[in-house]
């Protein structure tokens, strides 16, 4: 459980980058800083998306230690 917490969290924190660096290339209304921001966007919707793939995964895990073992309840 405390790895999909941790996981939701980083992501939280790339939402979080990706909109600093969106909001300050649009602050400088400069079409040249937009284009050199875009990479790092990229390069963190790329870390993002492994993120939440790896997010799903423990989900499935969790929801079929849950079906298989009921009664388990992890430490939080």
């Known amino acids: 459980m405390q790895t999909i917490q941790s996981l939701a969290k980083q992501i939280e924190e790339i939402d979080y980058r990706i909109s600093a660096l969106e909001a300050e290339a649009m ?3 400069d079409p040249l800083a937009y ?3 875009q ?3 990229d390069r963190l ?3 993002k ?3 939440q793939n790896t997010w799903h995964n423990a989900m499935n895990e969790f929801a079929i230690c849950q079906s298989v073992y ?3 309840h992890p430490v939080e």
Do not use: D, Q, T
């Open 27 to 29: 602050e400088e209304l």
């Open 35 to 37: 284009l050199v921001s």
């Open 39 to 41: 990479p790092r966007a």
């Open 45 to 47: 919707i790329k870390e």
């Open 49 to 51: 998306h492994a993120l």
């Open 70 to 72: 009921p009664a388990y």
